[in-house]
């Protein structure tokens, strides 16, 4: 038989009611009872009766997660908030839209018929007005770098900052020509803050911005980060390490290293961004930015929740879940053990540049 409200309230000693405040995500319960119910709710297994649900709310315990590409880094993404989800009793699907806008709108939109409650979304080509008219008639909440002044819910690592903390980091090592892989022609998004960040790492290690230390790409793939590490290369053959905008471009970098027979980290010390799974098992092992994902995926799923329940502020909220400089091999050479990774920088607010 399918447990039932009336069971987990059993288990952990509540009522009804307060197991279906928790599994909707009411927000005025207290930390301990929510945990209790939490934990009943995982050793049953309860799953909510999505049918039983629609009839009596009109919702669907449905949420869309609209991401541009299905990456490594998009991939643990997802995988946390399904399990951020699924703990309050929805199920996700999972939509790639190659940055498309009208694919983007319409996932944002609900799909069709608002098949979805409300969307978490990480746009590529949306527009503010875009957001603001979508969020007038459906849930919405925004990761990422893109339309911090879209008036909608905003999670986001500290691009600024951590992108900053790397190139700290490089500069500590005595490294005085730091290369950057990553920067586009867009003005705003993830390559826009992240390239302030280097900037900012720059500024505080006194080293001038050098824009022939500039490695431009069109994608954030591997391939990409090969060709233009291959061209830093060539142009600027006495770079002595390089910090690329994520960790594909930073495992691309490493291959066009290997050809050029650059040692890495003598000749050239590497930081990535992300700290994917593959950074830990290439070689060398990658130094990287690690933004707490879990935290990430699990703010977009709360914030979510309320403005589906109507129990958000009407103020839209920004959150910036910490992150941590993963300090490896590329870097700090075959030496560096876990005891040389740096605490978790703070991350005080949001990034000073419009994007």
Known sequence: MPVSLRDVAAAAGVSIKTVSNVVNGYPFISEQTKARVQAALDELGYRPNLSARRLRSGRSGLIALAVPELTPYFADLAEQVVVAAEKRGLTVLIDRTGGDRPHERRVAAGIRDNVTDGVIASPLALTAEDVEEIRGTHPIVLLGERLWKAGADHVAVDDVAAAAAAVGHLAQLGRTRIAAIGTTDRPAGTAAHRLEGYRKGLTAAGLPLDRTL?????????????????????????????????????LGALAALREARQRVPEDVAVAGFDDIEECRYCDPPL????????????????????????????????????????????????????????????CPGRPDTDG
Not at 288 to 299: E, F, K, R
Not at 303 to 321: C, G, H, M, S, Y
């Open 287 to 346: 130094t990287s930015i690690a933004p707490d994902t879990p935290a990430l995926a699990g703010q977009a799923v709360e914030l979510l929740v309320q403005r589906i329940n109507k129990t958000a502020p009407e103020q839209p909220r920004e959150l910036f879940p910490s992150f941590e400089l993963m300090v490896r091999a590329s870097s700090a050479g075959r030496q560096a053990l876990p005891s040389a990774s740096a605490p978790p920088p703070p």
């Open 214 to 250: 500039l490695g431009d790409v069109e994608r954030y793939h591997r391939e990409d980060g090969r060709v233009a590490m291959t061209r830093l290369l060539e142009t600027r053959p006495d770079l002595d390490a390089v910090f690329c905008f994520n960790d594909l471009l930073a």
